[in-house]
T-cell receptor, first 113, second 111 residues
Framework: NAGVTQTPKFRVLKTGQSMTLLCAQDMNHEYMYWYRQDPGMGLRLIHYSVGEGTTAKGEVPDGYNVSRLKKQNFLLGLESAAPSQTSVYFC????????????FGPGTRLTVL | LAKTTQPISMDSYEGQEVNITCSHNNIATNDYITWYQQFPSQGPRFIIQGYKTKVTNEVASLFIPADRKSSTLSLPRVSLSDTAVYYCLVGAHTGGFKTIFGAGTRLFVKA
């Protein structure tokens, strides 16, 4: 049981490049989330999903897109990366019944030059 | 969404009990209170959740007064490994939502 995994762990992009971050969970959770965390700050919700095929905007959705084609996977895309998107990205999942108990992945450290 | 207020930082010594208080004056009737712990370079980890009165597990206790406008996370006999950031969240137990993590409380445990 791996829990929540994220790919890649580190990435450096140039401004304007695109990339996709992959999140996978093996707990059969209905809910999945993408957060970003900037140095010394709390987590901010980018997008979330309450089920396969559905996504919704969080607190800071601009510049990001997401897709949830399979229940176990939640993808976060950056179409045209900007230096302001340099951050650590965390994926999390939770069950519908216990949605406040979120399980987090190890994070992806992204640097945009 | 109920906003939370926590102290920015706290210091303690090994073996002491640490109490971190969170204010959430506009908590809604169906909101639960949840606490997370985050170590450097790791994702947050769920610690405890409660609705009212007192909840205890193997890691911590959560005290919630009758008016539910605040809550206190209690960590018994802390060790150096408890040095972390602690987040208080308030939100409904089920259904659609937007999770709000504040800046958290940075706890530093000294030897």
């Amino acid at each position: 049981n791996a829990g929540v995994t994220q790919t890649p762990k580190f990435r450096v992009l140039k401004t304007g490049q695109s990339m996709t971050l992959l999140c996978a969970q093996d707990m059969n959770h209905e809910y999945m989330y993408w957060y970003r965390q900037d140095p010394g700050m709390g987590l901010r919700l980018i997008h979330y999903s309450v089920g396969e095929g559905t996504t919704a905007k969080g607190e800071v959705p601009d510049g990001y897109n997401v897709s949830r084609l399979k229940k176990q996977n939640f993808l976060l895309g950056l179409e045209s990366a900007a230096p302001s998107q340099t951050s650590v990205y965390f994926c999390a999942s939770s069950s519908r019944r216990e949605r406040n108990e979120q399980f987090f992945g190890p994070g992806t450290r992204l640097t945009v030059l | 969404l109920a906003k939370t207020t926590q102290p920015i930082s706290m210091d303690s010594y090994e073996g002491q009990e640490v109490n971190i208080t969170c204010s959430h004056n506009n908590i809604a009737t169906n909101d639960y209170i949840t606490w997370y712990q985050q170590f450097p370079s790791q994702g947050p980890r769920f610690i405890i959740q409660g609705y009212k009165t007192k909840v205890t597990n193997e890691v911590a206790s959560l005290f919630i007064p009758a008016d539910r406008k605040s809550s206190t996370l209690s960590l018994p006999r802390v060790s150096l490994s408890d040095t972390a950031v602690y987040y208080c969240l308030v939100g409904a137990h089920t259904g659609g939502f937007k999770t709000i993590f504040g800046a958290g409380t940075r706890l530093f445990v000294k030897a």
